[in-house]
């Protein structure tokens, strides 16, 4: 049965049966009327960001299940708000979707959506479904909250101050080329690049932590890729940076997948995007400490790359010492 014969109201009324008892202290009114109702609670900011994944340009429905198409399109989302160190608490979701999709994808993909939504207690509250003659898309909007004044923004970092990331880089790009075409790899390994790809994890928790650690004087994470990201976070702050080459976490099987195809695995740890790994900035000293705990309590790593410069350039030490610019270009929709 394709969704065109349960209707716009029945596949509301699915989504608002997923939603019941899940709905925090901000929402006083979720799914039912025009708008939901949201109250503050204590003494917090909020943090709102919004994110599109359009089929043919994110994902395609030949390589991804639809459980993974809606863990995507939310995780994407909530990744913006970990980049903030802010706490998820709801989602507006907007989808336009062929009539001809089954209910069984349509709910397969709700699957995903409330699975990691629920995981990070960011239930839907709100949203549209509209017919699209061909291409399905996912909009999401969602709300955060941080301690008053407390969010991490981009324009905090200092000269001095040491550039750390979390978990390990180029794995997404990894995976969409084996997507792309047939690459030979041990299995455990090709399935751990198409999740990368396919089911990346918002690091929210990990961003709550170094937050309430104290130290961090910048935050970003890693859509657009680690020489990109990291320039937002120089242009913001009127800075420039200095990175290790020989310091990147790259993932495993990435130098594998580059040698296949023929390309740089350091373009893949620098520009290939959607890691959505966390890359901060920290008083000198502050994060070392918290390495083995933070390992410990979330099983990936936290690595220092490089400096803060008063420079305003990024500079990449190679493995024999030498020094070579590095352009901060980042991924752009309109000149993909």
Known sequence: MDIGSVGEFGLIASIRRRMKGKYPPEVRLGIGDDCAVLRPTGEVDWVVTTDTQVEEVHFRRDWLTPYQIGWRAIAVNLSDIAAMAAQPFGALAAFTLPAAIEVAF??????????????????????????????????????????????????????????????????ATAGLRTFLQPISLPAPVLETLRRRYAQPMPRVREAIFLRTANGLTSLIDLSD?????????????HVGARIVAEALPVECGVHEVAATVGEDPLDYALRGGEDFELCCTARPGALAPLVDEFRAQFGIELTHLGTVTQEPALRLVKADGSEIALSPHAFDHFQA
């Open 225 to 237: 890729g680690l020489a990109g990201d990291l320039g937002h976070i120089c242009e913001e702050s």
């Open 106 to 171: 349509f709910e397969q993909m709700l699957d995903g959506v409330c699975d990691l939504g629920f995981r990070f207690d960011c239930p839907l509250i709100g949203g549209n479904l509209a017919r699209d003659p061909s291409r399905l898309t996912m909009t999401f909007t969602v709300f955060g909250r941080v301690p008053r004044s407390r969010a991490v923004l981009r324009g905090g970092a200092r000269p001095g101050d040491e550039i750390w990331v979390s978990g390990r880089v180029g794995g």
